[in-house]
Nanobody, 118 residues
């Protein structure tokens, strides 16, 4: 069973930064998709940032985080990161890591709470 372990969430003031990490129990070298989603109570889970590996590598961000959030990967550590800068109260949510592994399927992390508040 593939496991995703997330860390890095917490409480931060507006304008602050956090870096989320998602360590996968198997190699992510050939992963089709690596991403982060978020969810607030009563709302659907929404895409935050995505790395899509096809003929080229594509990076996608929801408009509200462009210029503030950066998704990246470290294949040697089987880890996906989400660097979040200039955080706003509306970024408060549970953040979920999402991975699609070739010939294995799609997997979710357990979620990590991010709270932006003064």
């Amino acid at each position: 069973q593939v496991q995703l372990v997330e860390s890095g969430g917490g409480l931060v003031q507006p304008g602050g930064s956090l870096r989320l990490s998602c360590t996968v129990s198997e190699s992510i070298f050939s992963a089709n998709t690596l991403g982060w989603y978020r969810q607030t109570p009563g709302k659907q889970r929404e895409l935050v940032a995505l790395i899509i590996n096809s003929a080229t590598t594509n990076y996608n961000y929801v408009d509200s985080v462009k210029g503030r959030f950066t998704i990246s990967r470290d294949n040697a550590k089987n880890t996906v990161y989400l660097q979040m800068n200039n955080l706003k109260p509306e970024d408060t949510a549970v953040y979920y890591c999402y991975v699609v592994l070739t010939r294995r399927g799609a997997y979710w992390g357990q979620g990590t709470q991010v709270t932006v508040s003064s």
